[in-house]
């Protein structure tokens, strides 16, 4: 009977709530379309923006100091760090 009930009722309240008149299909097909218009001139104008940014800094730029080549005679690491890592101790409560 509880099932019938909140079937009832639950009816009843989409009928009430529900747009009457309403072409939802059409509207969501509408705001689909815009907002792929709105992505891919918000792509063009970022993609346009970065080559008149390339352009300009390129015009503009010093050019770059020679990168010295790595010396076979430098250690791998810098710090003295053990191959291994110790576990952690188990604490007092845990025996």
Do not use: C, Y
């Not at 800094?57 to 010396?71: K, N, W, Y």
């Amino acid at each position: 009977m509880f099932v019938l009930k909140s079937a009832f009722w639950l009816t009843v309240g989409f009928l009430l709530v529900a747009p009457h008149g309403v072409n939802l299909g059409a509207q969501a097909s509408t705001m689909k379309d815009r907002a792929i218009a709105a992505g891919m001139q918000a792509g063009e104008q970022l993609i346009v923006g970065q080559i008149f940014a390339n352009a300009t800094t390129q015009t503009a730029a010093l050019p770059a100091p020679a990168v010295a080549a790595p010396s076979a005679a430098l250690p791998l690491r810098d710090t003295a760090a053990p191959d291994f890592v110790f576990p952690r101790q188990r604490p007092a409560a845990l025996g």
